[in-house]
């Protein structure tokens, strides 16, 4: 824990991301080109699902990050109210808005694959809903972080409520085993061997892969952004206290 | 040419399939372009920010002059 407290220190946190920067987005760019090149050409189409199981290697690491995401912002939320520790907050709040925009693609290209498989856009089953409401957890957190004032309270108010909605993480995980869904269970579980085959796996694994450098890429930037605004925010405070 | 075509048609599913893919890159491109504008524009602020201060601390301690300690405080 005391390493961990070492990575609290915002200036230290900045030297740290300006050297992970790099690496991290090159990976990114490296994982995305050889994980697309086996998505769309060195893989087969599955032989149920036809090609539309190509869909599945941006659907699926989409959703692993999403969780990820709310995990992380947890994880942070519970540091900023427990320890108080100035890089958690902005953690949180630089981790919610990618969050989103990972749940949103889960749910779009979940919809575009579910309608010529199941034939529907939608439907209110659990594992569908629950990542509907991971979606609303999202916006809510973006917007009473912002709802305030005083950021502080903002940052207190959106700790509690990703702590309480944190609860949702593993609904969705089990909600395909706990109730009928329509939605497929899990192909892919570290308990099992996996229920896909190797030359499918193969592109998943590495797609999210690439999520995954991806979301470290973009956390790092919006937690450089929130720190230049935190710093922004302090400076115009020390000058109109001294105007 | 026929083979792209083929290709492009992903068994009838290019309806699906392309717009899911389309979407997906729309998204992740946006969160970037949209990440590297916050930081950069808050870069810029905070730059024009302390330019207006390091005068006023200039003036305090003359640029040959030791600035540590300060005795007057």
């Given at each position: 824990m005391a390493n961990l407290h070492r990575f609290a220190n915002p200036n230290r946190f900045l030297r740290l991301s300006r050297a992970i920067l790099p690496w991290s987005a090159?990976?990114?760019?490296?994982?995305?080109?050889?994980?697309?090149?086996?998505?769309l050409f060195a893989s087969p189409a599955d032989y149920q699902q036809g090609e539309t199981v190509r869909i599945m290697y941006v659907h699926v690491p989409s959703a692993w990050i999403a969780m990820l995401c709310y995990s992380v912002m947890a994880a942070a939320s519970a540091t900023a109210l427990?320890?108080?520790?100035?890089?958690?907050?902005?953690?949180?709040r630089a981790a919610a808005p990618i969050g989103a925009g990972f749940t949103l693609i889960v749910l779009a290209t979940g919809s575009l694959w579910g309608k010529p498989m199941w034939g529907t856009w939608w439907v209110w089953d659990a594992r569908l809903t629950s990542v509907l409401i991971l979606f609303f957890l999202y916006l809510g957190h973006i917007a009473l972080s912002r709802a305030f004032d005083d950021p502080t309270r903002g940052a207190r108010a959106?700790?509690?409520?990703?702590?309480?909605?944190?609860?949702?993480?593993p609904i969705i995980k089990f909600s395909v085993d706990w109730w009928n869904t329509l939605h497929q269970p899990a192909s892919v579980s570290r308990l099992a061997a996996p229920a896909i085959d190797p030359a499918m796996l193969r592109p998943l694994l590495l797609m999210a892969l690439a999520f995954?450098?991806?979301?470290?890429?973009?956390?790092?930037?919006?937690?450089?952004?929130?720190?230049?605004s935190r710093k922004i925010r302090a400076l115009q405070l020390a000058q109109a206290s001294a105007e | 040419m026929d083979r792209i075509y083929e290709y492009l048609q992903m068994g009838g599913?290019?309806?699906?399939?392309?717009?899911?893919?389309?979407?997906?890159?729309?998204?992740?491109?946006?969160?970037l372009v949209l990440s590297l504008h916050d930081l950069r524009t808050g870069e810029a602020v905070l730059r024009r920010l302390e330019a207006t201060r390091t005068p006023r601390r200039a003036r305090r301690s003359p640029p040959d002059s030791h600035p540590e300690p300060n005795y007057e405080a």
């Open positions: 090159s990976l990114t760019v490296l994982l995305f080109i050889v994980g697309l090149y086996f998505a427990i320890w108080r520790h100035p890089l958690a907050d902005i953690t949180a959106a700790a509690v409520l990703a702590l309480v909605g944190f609860v949702n993480v995954t450098a991806y979301f470290v890429t973009l956390l790092l930037l919006r937690i450089r952004a929130e720190l230049t | 599913h290019a309806a699906f399939i392309w717009p899911a893919l389309g979407l997906t890159a729309t998204v992740l491109i946006l969160m």
